[in-house]
């Protein structure tokens, strides 16, 4: 049973054709899941559409998250990739988090929110601190929504502390970036596996 994933990259700008730091860590990403048999379908840029501010799943016209949900879900993993800014996830990570808080009132008759047996897993870059307290974010934010987080779940990168180097300028992957790529992506491969051929009973 093949499995699916798709990546957003919450970087606070939009595409321009510039290089982004979140998109090189993606892409390390998608090799490592192309080795474990699950293809990255395509990574959304959230700066390069409306989402509006709100935590319902449509906030009315010119809201273009109603699309943007309904393809994210269609996949069996996420990878939810953004930027570190002042030491934390950046706003528009935060936005789509808000947005996903409708999940909690969206049940089916079992109880499960639209996110139960889906995987996420995290892809955070920065040049300052705090990649374990933007995984923490995200995290619980996704695990309170239904998402269903794998052991070793993020893969991260921070530059040297008050340094102006971005990942997407390193001349190689550091080896234990690459480590934990591998790890990450088999390990959220496995899971959507089991996920996707025994879901979530669910409470009811």
């Given amino acids: ?13 939009k595409s321009s054709g510039e290089d982004s730091s979140t998109d090189a860590m993606i892409e ?9 048999d699950v293809e990255i379908s395509e ?19 010119g809201d ?11 996949h069996d993993i996420l990878i939810f990739g ?5 030491g934390q996830i950046g706003s528009i990570a935060k936005r789509v988090l808000e947005r996903m808080d409708a999940f909690l009132s969206e049940t089916d008759d ?22 374990h307290w933007a995984s923490a974010q995200l995290f619980q ?5 239904g998402w269903t987080i794998p052991a070793t779940a993020a893969c991260y990168w921070v530059g040297e502390a008050m340094g102006s180097t971005d990942f997407k300028d ?31 009973p669910g409470p009811a």
């Fill in 1 to 13: 049973m093949p499995v699916t994933a798709i990546a957003i990259n919450c970087s606070l700008k």
């Fill in 28 to 36: 390390v990403l998608r090799e490592h899941f192309a080795a474990a």
């Fill in 43 to 61: 990574t959304i840029r959230i700066a390069d559409h409306d989402v509006l501010p709100g935590v319902t799943s449509d906030e009315g016209d």
């Fill in 64 to 74: 273009d998250w109603p699309a943007l949900r309904e393809k994210i879900l269609s």
């Fill in 82 to 86: 953004g930027p570190i800014w002042m």
């Fill in 110 to 131: 079992q109880g499960r929110m639209p996110s139960f047996s889906k995987v996420a897993v995290a892809a955070i870059v920065g040049n300052e601190d705090g990649a």
């Fill in 141 to 145: 934010s996704l695990n309170d929504t």
């Fill in 170 to 200: 390193l001349d190689k992957t550091p080896d234990k970036v690459t480590e934990t790529a591998k790890l990450v992506a088999s390990n959220a491969a496995h899971l959507a596996k089991l996920l996707k051929a025994d879901a979530y």
